[in-house]
């Protein structure tokens, strides 16, 4: 267990003392209109770090309003490049103040500072700068018709306003892979932070001003999801909206996108197979599977959260997984040597202990783990042990609902055929890993594997340039790549008669 924590560098103190946090709207940053706010609690010891502004229907009016402003004016008038430099200005910002965001990350999230620092913060302004690159490059095409003498083109433009909700996982990076694509396309931005961390959002915020975005392109509102979420989704004014999270939340957004008929992108959930078999590299696959499930505590929607081993070395690589899993050191997020932290919030440690409780009671196997971790100050905080099921069967509920926490279920299977079948057997379609050194075998599973992501020998890599999102119930749209593009822009076609 680690316990000894950083101290708070001095801009992260310097941040949290004028509070509450105010949203940023039009280029300021403002109270609610309501004067509410909500306090963010530190989930390595449940006290509150501080409060923020809540945003609701009035602040999001107010914030969509600014957005349509900036879009129909300022903002149309910014050539690409210029776009490019402001993302590229914005990122270099964020890699200035690394430090400070990874420990406000760490602070509201609970995930452990080695992580925010390796993989948050880093791949935030990986992505602006990939963007950036993009603003200049985003071009229509000229068409050669028969039906005449015509010169026929098209236009590739922005859509509009777009709404963006982000969940509470990857507070930071996910507003990067929101507003990036959305920016550097010509759009204008109303986004909402998940009301369990608004913190680095915010930060960005500050940011996003110092780099010298005109007011109104980019908005930034907590609150939450039934109230500003809402308002967002089925505001008449916003063009799109784009929303990643549970897919229960991605049905309302789309029943409420249905008034003006906005476009919507949805990156939801994932029960991914994690698939090993025996002529794999056992030690390579351990490591990933570790990897895999307990990164970020298992709160990951690409989690391998369903880990299939072939019967063979069943016994084995569990024994090897659950060895591993329980030398995993937990601790506060702030601590240098935590491998593992907090999960989020009290209602996300009640949802997983739940899923523990259920697992035992359908009859799988805790070889690790299984319940709270209450060690020392850890009863204080939201701290769950790595948890690896044995006996697990396809059908069971902790096999096929999404937990979100740190537990992975290990499912025996017997052939290809087997596994595959087993594997596609769930409403979700996200990720799913193979671990094989069998080229053709490898290459034949990650074809038949419904899924928008599919890692061989590898797991959760990730790149700005590679495009993610879901098959089945994991949703429609691709970040990531020039495929976000195709989200953020949309086409018109432009003809001129020659004759
Ligand atoms: P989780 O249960 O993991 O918090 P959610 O899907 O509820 O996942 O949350 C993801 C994001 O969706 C958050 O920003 C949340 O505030 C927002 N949200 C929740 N409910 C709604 C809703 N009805 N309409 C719009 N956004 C919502």
């Not at 390579?284 to 990897?291: E, F, L, S, T, Y």
């Amino acid at each position: 267990m680690a316990t000894k924590q950083l101290e708070l560098h001095q801009s992260v103190v310097k941040f949290l003392s004028n509070a509450p946090k105010k949203m940023l709207i039009n280029g300021q940053f403002v109270q609610s209109v309501s004067g509410k706010t909500f306090e963010t609690i530190n989930p390595a010891t449940g006290e509150v770090i501080t409060k923020v502004y809540e945003a609701d229907k009035e602040d999001i009016e107010k914030a969509v309003k600014a957005a349509r402003v900036a879009f129909e004016g300022p903002w149309k008038k910014v050539p690409p490049n210029q776009r490019q430099m402001l993302l590229l200005k914005l990122a270099d910002l964020i890699e200035k103040n690394a430090e400070e965001l990874a420990q406000l990350e760490t602070l509201d999230n609970g995930k452990p500072i080695r992580e925010s620092r390796a993989v948050d913060v880093p791949v935030t302004a990986d992505h602006f700068r990939y963007y950036a690159g993009w603003a200049t490059k985003i071009h229509g095409e000229t068409i050669p018709v028969s039906c005449g003498n015509f010169l026929t083109y098209t236009l590739r433009e922005p859509v509009g306003v777009v709404g963006q909700i982000i969940p509470w996982n990857f507070p930071l990076l996910m507003a990067a892979w929101k507003i990036a694509a959305a920016v550097a396309c010509g759009n204008c931005v109303v986004l909402k932070p998940a009301e369990q961390t608004p913190l680095t959002a915010l930060r960005l915020g500050e940011l996003i001003m110092e780099a010298g975005f005109p007011a109104g392109v980019i908005n930034i509102c907590p609150g939450f999801g039934e109230t500003a979420g809402a308002a967002l989704s089925g505001h008449m004014d916003v063009d799109k909206v784009a929303f990643t999270g549970e897919y229960i939340t991605g049905r309302k957004i789309i029943q409420a996108s249905a008034g003006n008929l906005k476009r919507v992108s949805l990156e939801l959930g994932g029960k991914a197979p994690n698939i090993v078999f025996v002529d794999g590299d056992m030690e390579a696959a351990v490591k990933g599977c570790i990897g895999s499930v307990f990164f970020n505590q298992g709160q990951v929607c690409c989690a391998g959260t369903r880990l299939f081993v072939e019967n063979k070395i069943y016994d084995e690589f569990i024994s090897k997984v659950s060895d591993r899993a329980g030398k995993l050191t937990l601790g506060p997020g702030l601590c240098e040597e935590t491998q593992m932290g907090p999960l989020v919030s009290s209602d996300q440690l009640k949802r997983v202990t739940g899923y523990l409780e259920t697992g035992k009671k359908e009859g799988a196997k805790p070889v690790c783990g299984g319940d709270r971790a209450t060690d020392g100050d850890l009863q204080k905080g939201y701290f769950v042990k790595p948890t690896v099921f044995a006996n697990v069967n396809n059908k069971m509920k902790i096999a096929q609902e999404e937990i979100f926490g740190p537990v992975v279920s290990a499912i025996p299977f017997k052939d290809i055929e087997d596994v595959i079948t087993q594997g596609n057997d769930t409403t979700y379609g996200l990720s799913a890993g193979i671990w094989t050194k069998d080229i053709k075998k490898a290459h034949a599973v990650a074809k038949a594997i419904k899924a928008g992501t599919v890692w061989i020998n590898c797991y959760n890599v990730f790149d700005s340039a590679a495009p993610f999102g879901g098959y089945k119930q994991s949703g429609f749209g691709r970040e990531g790549g020039i495929h976000a593009l195709e989200l953020y822009t949309q086409i018109k076609a432009v003809w001129v008669n020659l004759d």
